[in-house]
């Protein structure tokens, strides 16, 4: 079984991430292809696809949202995903023992929900859905109204986790602001949620953006568990990693030299290439990863790779007519490299912030 180390997983991946060149795919197509991009907040897909596109523009993807074609709603690991109209018929029937297991489990709602019929709390649900779109402070207190001796946010989580909701805008629009408010994606789409979906198709297009990978990697960014029982359905090619775990991967997918150039890349708050592995040492040093995952509240900021790795932070500061870019590395760069992140920073500053009469990038010294 052939051996692939760091390196090479490090570069099979970022090439499947479109992020060792820019791509010319246009946003949905890209959405799809990573299927789907992590979206707790509003804004981080933006950052994602730029770091990832050749002529990517906000209105690009804000159009999308507005027409449709792309939605926002409550996937893979529990957690809020951006993904193509059609990704999101497909795959939210199969992320459901995720969202129906949080109803049972999640350790503030429980003791409210204890006892409510599941399928009649989503029917009442659907039908208050049907009638207009509404935000969960809205759906709580009508769902309050027939278990009135329920906390209404308990109520609305509820629901949220047992009907396939999506957020609608101007949430998450370019440029505009709005609070979370829910349609059903069957009535937001107009066509109902994949009655057989292929969790093996899913899987292949998981490796075909973060392969090669192992099982217990597949799980990690899924959250779905049992997936041993279906991988060997999927005729792929098998390797090994340094330490000797099962690498998966399907046959013809691009593995680059593991000497191919890298260039700095600025990645979104919560970007899925930083979560999407139980093993995550093929984009980061174990030092990174404790640091990045030490901040607080679990809030990932916005990240660089430097040589594919990665490498430090970043942040936007915007004081009157200044646009300052604050990189802060995690070691000190080496002259060329910080020249190369300098570059990109500011061309980071020109996509975010265009109106700006001052780009700053300021990159923080490291101590020697």
Not at 30 to 41: P, S
Request: proline share 8%; glycine share 6%; charged share 25%.
């Amino acid at each position: 079984m052939t051996m692939l180390g760091r390196r090479e997983l490090n570069r099979a991946t970022l090439e499947r991430q479109l992020l060792l060149r820019r791509s010319e795919r246009s946003a949905v197509e890209t959405i799809d292809h990573l299927v789907g991009m992590q979206a707790q907040a509003p804004f981080p897909p933006y950052f994602g696809l730029w770091t990832r596109l050749a002529r990517f523009q906000p209105d690009d993807l804000a159009q999308r949202l507005l027409d449709r074609s792309v939605v926002r709603i409550v996937l893979m690991r529990g957690t809020v995903h951006l993904v193509s109209a059609a990704d999101c018929l497909r795959l939210r029937p199969l992320v459901q023992p995720i969202m129906g297991g949080a109803v049972r489990t999640n350790t503030q709602h429980r003791a409210e929900i204890a006892g409510i019929d599941h399928a009649e709390i989503a029917a009442l649900g659907r039908e208050l859905l049907d009638e207009q779109p509404r935000t969960a402070a809205q759906l709580g207190p009508l769902l309050a109204e027939r278990w009135p001796d329920r906390k209404p946010a308990s109520l609305a989580f509820a629901l949220r986790n047992l009907l396939p909701l999506v957020q609608i805008p101007p949430r998450a629009v370019w440029g505009r602001s709005g609070q979370p408010t829910y349609a059903t994606a069957e009535t937001w789409l107009g066509r109902p949620l994949a009655a057989e979906p292929s969790l093996e198709d899913v899987l292949r297009r998981y490796l075909a953006a973060f392969g090669p990978a192992t099982v217990a990697d597949m799980q990690v960014w899924s959250g779905l568990r049992g997936l041993k029982e279906v991988v060997p359905r999927l005729d792929l090619r098998t390797f090994r990693d340094e330490n000797g775990r099962q690498l998966l991967d399907l046959p013809d997918a691009p593995r680059p030299d593991p000497d191919v150039p890298s260039p700095p890349r600025f990645l979104a708050p919560f970007d899925n290439v930083l979560l999407s592995h139980k093993d995550r040492s093929r984009v980061m040093h174990e030092d990174g990863r404790k640091r990045l995952f030490s901040m607080k509240n679990a809030v990932l900021p916005g990240t660089i790779l430097v040589d594919g790795f990665l490498h430090g932070t970043w942040r936007l500061a915007r004081r009157k007519h200044t646009a300052t870019l604050l990189i802060e590395p995690y070691r000190k760069l080496p002259e060329e490299d910080a020249d190369a992140v300098a570059l990109e920073g500011r061309r980071l500053l020109q996509f975010a912030e265009p109106d700006a009469a001052d780009h700053d990038v300021q990159i923080t010294p490291v101590a020697v």
